[in-house]
């Protein structure tokens, strides 16, 4: 089946610094990729997505490139702020089969960007 | 826009009883809703999906009769976990999307923590 494998967290940065937020995954055929953000308190928000290969998504400041290649969709940002501070999930939607469709998640990654 | 809400945002219950989730769209009709269960530390896991009107299709493994879903209308769908156990204690999200099938974005609810004593 679909699989989504995220860094392990939580990452704790100091405003400005760059982020990565590693993601790869594992599925049949070509599924789109998203990231999702989800802030205290607050459901799941769709931060980026890419729908197929070498798209880049791109959304406040945050941009992932869809690798084919390496099946990676990397979380990218070049100067984090507090309001950042968040929890982060990769996702993908699958693209046929029995999981045409469904989103499968990463287990998320806690940041905490420190002023 | 695209705001989904759910409620209660957090449920203790005592094992044996059942409990019911709500899942609201507040500001668009919801064609289509999701149910996920999410262990700590760990991801989303989709346990069924549903279309208004019609019953709700449930993921391999997910019992029918334990987590009866309804999709009464196109703003509204309720979780119910029957005869609740300490082992369904869990962090419960609902999504809702306004297509009739997956390919639109789905908007994601708070969450419901429930906790079975």
């Known amino acids: 089946g679909n699989s989504v494998t995220q860094m392990e967290g939580p990452v704790t940065l100091s405003e400005e610094a760059f982020l990565t937020i590693n993601c790869t995954y594992t599925?049949?055929?070509?599924?789109?990729l998203f990231w999702y953000v989800q802030y205290p308190g607050e459901g799941l928000q769709l931060l980026l997505k890419?729908?197929?290969?070498?798209d880049k998504g791109s959304n406040k400041g945050f941009e992932a490139t869809y690798r084919k290649e390496t099946t990676s969709f990397h979380l990218e940002k070049g100067s984090v702020q507090v309001s950042d501070s968040a929890v982060y999930f990769c996702?993908?939607?699958?693209?046929?089969?029995?999981?045409?469709?469904?989103?499968?998640f990463g287990q998320g990654t806690i940041l905490t960007v420190h002023p | 826009g695209a705001v989904v809400s759910q409620h209660p945002s957090w449920v203790i219950c005592k094992s044996g009883t059942s409990v019911k989730i709500e899942c609201r769209s507040l500001?668009?009709?919801?064609?289509?809703m999701f149910w996920y269960r999410q262990f700590p530390k760990q991801s989303l896991m989709l346990m069924a999906t549903?279309?208004?009107?019609?019953?709700?299709?449930?993921e391999q493994g997910v019992e029918k009769d334990k987590f009866l879903i309804n999709h009464a209308s196109l703003t509204l769908s309720t979780l119910t976990v029957t005869s609740a156990h300490p082992e369904d204690s869990s962090f419960y999200i609902c999504?809702?999307?306004?297509?009739?099938?997956?390919?639109?974005?789905?908007?994601f609810g708070p969450g419901t923590r429930l906790t079975v004593l």
């Open positions: 999504s809702a999307s306004p297509a009739s099938d997956y390919t639109d974005t789905q908007y």
């Open positions: 599925a049949t055929g070509y599924p789109s």
């Open positions: 890419a729908t197929k290969a070498d």
């Open positions: 996702a993908l939607r699958g693209a046929g089969g029995t999981s045409y469709g469904k989103l499968t």
């Open positions: 500001d668009f009709q919801a064609t289509t």
């Open positions: 549903s279309n208004e009107g019609s019953k709700a299709t449930y």
